[in-house]
C-alpha cells in the first residue's frame, strides 16, 4: 500500500519539478475548490471557470507558498476571491445590460406615431430637396440642416454671402411651394 503523501511533500517536490505532484494537489483540491466556487456562484459554469483560475494560480503561486496557513486555507481564500470578482463582475455586466434596455424602453402609441410622421416628413423634404437645384440644396442644406451662418457656408463655397442668401431664399420658396 502505498503512502498517501502530505501536502507539504507535495509542494516540495512541485518546486523540486514534479508535474505529477503538482497533479496530485489538483486532484486532491479540485472537488472542494468546485463545490465551494459552486455554492457561492450557484452555477456549474461559473463554478466551472472558478476552478480553472484557480488551479492556475495555485500552480502559478505554489512554489512562493510559506505554509503560514493550509493549502486548504489558501486554496479556500483564492476561490472566494476570484468567485467574489466573478460576481462583482456578472452584476456590472447585468447593471449595463439594465442600462441599455431602459434605453430601449417600449414607446407608447402615440410616441411610434410621433416618429412615423417625423420619418415620413424628413423622407418628403428629402424627395423634395432632390428636385431643386444643387446650389439651392446645398445652402439649403448647410444652413438647415448643419445650422452654418452664411459666412460659415461662404468659406466652404467660395460664393459670395448675397448669392448664398439669394440661392436659400430660391430653395426655401420652392420647397414651400412642393410642400
Known sequence: MTE??????????????????????????????????????????????????????????????NFQSSVYTWVYRITSTRSLNLIRKNKLTSLFAIEDKEKETIKSDSDIISDLEKREKIEKIQRYLLKIPPKQREVFVLRNFDELSYEEISEITGRSVGALKANYFHAFNKLKEMM
Open 4 to 65: 498517501t503523501k502530505s501536502d507539504s511533500q507535495l509542494i516540495q517536490e512541485f518546486i523540486s519539478g514534479s508535474d505529477n505532484a503538482f497533479n496530485i494537489l489538483a486532484k486532491r483540491y479540485q472537488q472542494k475548490i468546485y463545490w465551494h466556487a459552486r455554492r457561492m456562484m450557484g452555477n456549474h459554469l461559473d463554478a466551472d471557470e472558478i476552478v480553472q483560475q484557480v488551479l492556475l494560480v495555485m500552480y502559478n503561486k505554489l512554489k512562493t507558498f
